[in-house]
């Protein structure tokens, strides 16, 4: 068994993670390694807003999403394929779907669904957060539909996920999902699986000292552009707020100046109605 310790595996600095090979991807695993991923103190989330845009690049959701970690792998989202082994409604607000691949776990895939009222528009895809998932709610009947189709129990999913917990426990928040319908593409999943656990799981990520010491200072420099950045954007707060004190204050003078006039020839014209 693997060491996902800390200590034998030291975790990189937080600006190195676009160089990782788990960071960005769909890290194709079982429900078993999803269960020992380990959370880092000082690392519970994505601390990067400049890679917003290289997550739409990859079409993944946007930094934010909760980190963990296997060795000193960083992990954001997951993709698994499994039968569907239960299907639950909880509280009329999610639905869940626990999947068991075999590796000895089984992990539940939670599915959101949205308000009513949001869910009957015209822009709303589906009534849950999942694109291509409906939940179909009548009289003694509760069913989940991918791409029209009932999930049922048995069928093979490749479900695509962020990670979150359950009262301490491992839980998956459903992203996107596929039924699995040919033999061979599933095979090929789980061969996919076995082969990201083999050459990139199973082993530290390691970065030389010529990497980090290039990273630092990459770092470094966008930090210092970014600051730059503020401070220039504060003088032109400040510039602009100046000018516009300078403009109240003509024209408050303009106001008093014309007020004086107004009064003065309000006098003249008063002494004059009493001769």
Known sequence: MLDNSEASHPIYPAYTFFASPTYFAWVKTTAAIIHRLRSVRGFEGSPFCVLTLLAKLVNC????QKLYFLLNHPIRFVS???PVVSIEDVASKYALITLDDGSGATVVAKITRVAAEIASSVECPSNTTVDNVNVRVNLGTFDVEVDGQILDIGMIVKAKCTINEWKGVKQLDL????????????????EEAARWKREVLDKPWV???????????????????QLDQLKKAEEKKRMYLAKKRERQQKRKDYEEKWEGRRRKEEVMMNAGALI
């Open 80 to 82: 698994i394929t499994a």
């Open 175 to 190: 992203v996107k999902i596929k039924v699995i319908r040919d033999t061979s593409e599933e095979i090929k999943e789980w």
């Open 61 to 64: 959701p946007a930094p934010g």
């Open 207 to 225: 970065l030389d000292d010529k990497q980090l010491a290039e990273m630092e200072k990459k770092d470094r420099d966008q930090r210092q552009n």
